[in-house]
C-alpha cells in the first residue's frame, strides 16, 4: 500500500493522515469546498475538492470518492467515522475498482448495519441480547410486544446510528405517537422506517469492546471501555478500562465480544457494544460498529497499541502486530470530546470563529484536534472539535489529570462544553463511579443551577 485517500474531515482525517505518515504511506484527503484550507487539508500530501460543503453533496458522494482515490493513483480508501464508513455500498465500489477498503467487508457491514439482523447472530451465537422484539411495523405489532414486555420500552430504529432514532416510551398511552414520530425519523435520517422495541434498562452503564481480525483469521479484544456518560443517547466522556466491575464480569464481556466477531469472520477494527444492568448485574449485547470509534484513544492509551495502523496494515492483508496473550492493559485512559455547543442551551450546536486556542500539554496527555487559532467551525458537519485523552497510573489520577487539562485548555470566540465536562469530573458520583446513562442527564439541571447561583 503506497497511497491512501482519507475520506472524511476534521480531528479523524488528522488521525488517519498521521497515521499514514507513520507508515511510510501517502495520503490524499478528499474535501469539501470549505474545508480546502484545513489543518488535515495542509497536512496531506495531496487535496482533492470533491464538492459543495453539504454532506450530501460531497462527503456522502460514493461516486466522487472512488473517482478521487482512482484519479489520484490511491491503493486503498480510509472512511473514518460517520458519513460512508458504515455503508456497504462504498466497500463494494472500493472492490469494484480494485481498492482496499480501510474496514470491514461490506458483508460484515451489512449484517451489522441493521440491527435486528445483528441482534440475531448474536443469539444464535449464544450471547444475550436486551429483551425486544422483531421488527414492528405497526401500531398493533408494537402494542403485542410491549404486552409481554412491559414499560418502559425503548423504540430503535433497525438501521439507527448515533442516537438518532430512539425514543422512550413511559407507558402504553405514549405509544401511538412516539411509534409515528419514531419511524418518520427513521426514514428521514437513514431512508428505512423499520423500528423494533426493546426493554428500557434504568439503571444501566454502556460497556464497549473493541476488537480487531486480520485476513489470517485471527480475532481479538483489545480490551473495554465505559461509555456511559452520555447526553441524547451519544457519549461525551469515555475511559478504559471500565472501572468497578468485576474481573470474571469483564472477561464475561470481552469474551462476547470476540465471539460475535468471529461468529462473522470479522475482519479490520470494530465495536461491539453491550449494556449491562446494574440491577441484575446482566450484560446484553446493544450492536456492533463496524468502523473506527471516536472514542478509540482511550484504547490505544492503555494498549500501546496504534489501532488506525494496525487498521491499514490488516486492509493490506498483514497480519495484527499482536496476539491475544500478548495483550497489556497498563494505566487508567479518560476522554472528554470537546464540541462546540452552548450547554445552558440543551447543547445547541455553536459554529463560529475560534480567536484564541491553546490546547493542554504534558505527560500522559494527548489532544486530537483540527482546530487553530482563526479557524472557522463550520455550521454543516458534527461539532467536535477536540478530544482531550489523558492517561494515569489509575483511575484517580487520570481524572485529576484531565481535570488539569482541561483546566488549562484555552478556547476563545466560541462556546465548549468544557465547564460542564470539569463539572462532571469533579463530581463525587463520577469520582467513585456511582453513575448510568442517565447521570449526565440529572447533572445538566445541577450544572445549571450552580451557574446561575455564580452568577448571581
Ligand atoms: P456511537 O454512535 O456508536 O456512539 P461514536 O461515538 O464513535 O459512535 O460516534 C458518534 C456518531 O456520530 C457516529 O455514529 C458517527 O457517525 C457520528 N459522527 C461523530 N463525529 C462525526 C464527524 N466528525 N463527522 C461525521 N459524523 C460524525
Ligand atoms: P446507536 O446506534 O444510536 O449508537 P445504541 O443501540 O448503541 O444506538 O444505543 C445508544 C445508547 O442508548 C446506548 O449507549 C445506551 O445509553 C442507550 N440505550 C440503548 N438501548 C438501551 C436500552 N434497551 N435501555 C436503556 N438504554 C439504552
Ligand atoms: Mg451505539
Known amino acids: 500500500m503506497r497511497r491512501v485517500l482519507v475520506a472524511n474531515r476534521g480531528e479523524i482525517a488528522v488521525r488517519i493522515i498521521k497515521a499514514c505518515r507513520a507508515l511510510g504511506i501517502e495520503s490524499v484527503l478528499a474535501v469539501s469546498e470549505i474545508d480546502r484550507d484545513s489543518l488535515p487539508a495542509r497536512m496531506a500530501d495531496r487535496v482533492v475538492c470533491i464538492g459543495p460543503p453539504r454532506p450530501a453533496d460531497s462527503y456522502l458522494k460514493i461516486e466522487a470518492i472512488v473517482c478521487a482515490a482512482i484519479g489520484t493513483g490511491s491503493d486503498a480508501v480510509h472512511p473514518g467515522y460517520g458519513f460512508l464508513a458504515e455503508r456497504p ?21 451489512r449484517q451489522m448495519g441493521d440491527k435486528l439482523g445483528a441482534r440475531k447472530i448474536a443469539r444464535d451465537h449464544g450471547i444475550p441480547v436486551v429483551p425486544g422484539s422483531e421488527k414492528v411495523e405497526s401500531l398493533g405489532d408494537a402494542l403485542a410486544a410491549t404486552e409481554e414486555m412491559g414499560f418502559p420500552v425503548l423504540l430503535k430504529a433497525a438501521a439507527g446510528g448515533g442516537g438518532r432514532g430512539m425514543k422512550i416510551v413511559a407507558d402504553r398511552s405514549e405509544l401511538s405517537g412516539a411509534f409515528e414520530t419514531a419511524s418518520a425519523e427513521a426514514r428521514s435520517a437513514f431512508g428505512n422506517p423499520v423500528l423494533f422495541i426493546e426493554r428500557y434498562i434504568p439503571n444501566a452503564r454502556h460497556i464497549e469492546v473493541q476488537v480487531i481480525g486480520d485476513h489470517q483469521g485471527n480475532t481479538i479484544h483489545l480490551g473495554e471501555r465505559d461509555c456511559s456518560l452520555q447526553r441524547r443517547y451519544q ?17 464475561e464481556i470481552r469474551a462476547a465480544g470476540v465471539a460475535i466477531a468471529r461468529a462473522v469472520r470479522y475482519e479490520n477494527a470494530g465495536t461491539v457494544e453491550f449494556i449491562l444492568d446494574q440491577d441484575t448485574g446482566k450484560f446484553y449485547f446493544m450492536e456492533m460498529n ?27 492483508h498483514k497480519p495484527l502486530s499482536i496476539s491475544q496473550s500478548e495483550l497489556r492493559i497498563t494505566g487508567h485512559a479518560i476522554e472528554c470530546r470537546i464540541n462546540a455547543e452552548s450547554v445552558l442551551e440543551g447543547f445547541q450546536q455553536f459554529p463560529g470563529r475560534i480567536t484564541q486556542w491553546r490546547p493542554p500539554q504534558g505527560p500522559n496527555i494527548r489532544v486530537d484536534s483540527h482546530c487553530y487559532p482563526g479557524y472557522f467551525v463550520p455550521p454543516y458537519y458534527d461539532s467536535l472539535l477536540a478530544k482531550v485523552i489523558t492517561l494515569g497510573d489509575d483511575r484517580l489520577e487520570a481524572i485529576e489529570r484531565m481535570q488539569f487539562a482541561l483546566g488549562t485548555f484555552t478556547i476563545s470566540g466560541i462556546d465548549t462544553a468544557i465547564p460542564f465536562l470539569r463539572f462532571l469530573l469533579g463530581d463525587p458520583d463520577y469520582v467513585v463511579g456511582r453513575v448510568n446513562t442517565r447521570w449526565v442527564e440529572t447533572m445538566q439541571e445541577k450544572f445549571a443551577t450552580a451557574q446561575l447561583g455564580a452568577k448571581s
Open 235 to 251: 457519549k461525551i466522556i469515555e475511559e478504559a478500562p471500565a472501572p468497578s466491575i468485576s474481573n470474571q464480569l469483564r472477561e
Open 89 to 109: 455500498e462504498l466497500a463494494e465500489a472500493c472492490a469494484a475498482h480494485g481498492l482496499a477498503f480501510i474496514g470491514p467487508s461490506a458483508e460484515n457491514i
Open 290 to 316: 463496524t468502523r473506527i470509534q471516536v472514542e478509540h484513544p482511550v484504547t490505544e492509551m492503555v494498549t500501546g497499541i496504534d489501532l488506525v495502523k494496525e487498521q491499514i496494515q490488516v486492509a493490506a
